[in-house]
């Protein structure tokens, strides 16, 4: 299971940090991440975390977003800065992602709305 928090309303130039606590797995067994999709569009890639805590992040938000994980506290985190109106979307947490491809668990998605 996984559960997202920390979505809300923000004005651009803001910031918002995500969480996404996961429980039932072996969560520090995998390469994690997440994914946003706004509405009429297809769910997309924000960036992932491997289990050695190296990150990969979409060209949209590499020097904006930064992805972090505490396998101690089943956690990972998006911590999104400089964020602007395009950023508005569902975010959803991914339980194990290969090479960018969400394969496990979703998590149910967090709302993030940011205003211009």
């Known amino acids: 299971q996984l559960v997202e928090s920390g979505g809300g309303l923000v004005q651009a130039g803001g910031s918002l940090r995500l969480s996404c606590v996961a429980s039932?797995?072996?969560?520090?067994?995998?390469?994690i991440g997440w994914f946003r999709q706004a509405p009429g569009k297809q769910r997309e890639l924000v960036g992932y975390?491997?289990?050695?805590?190296?990150?990969d992040y979409a060209d949209f938000v590499k020097g904006r977003f930064t992805i972090s994980r505490d396998n101690a506290k089943n956690t990972m985190y998006l911590q999104m800065n400089a964020m602007k109106p395009e950023d508005t979307a569902t975010y959803y947490c991914?339980?194990?992602?290969?090479?960018?491809?969400?394969?496990?668990?979703w998590g149910q998605g967090t709302q993030v709305t940011v205003s211009s």
């Open positions: 991914n339980g194990a992602v290969v090479r960018g491809i969400p394969v496990g668990y």
């Open positions: 039932g797995f072996n969560f520090d067994g995998y390469a």
């Open positions: 975390i491997g289990t050695d805590g190296t990150t």
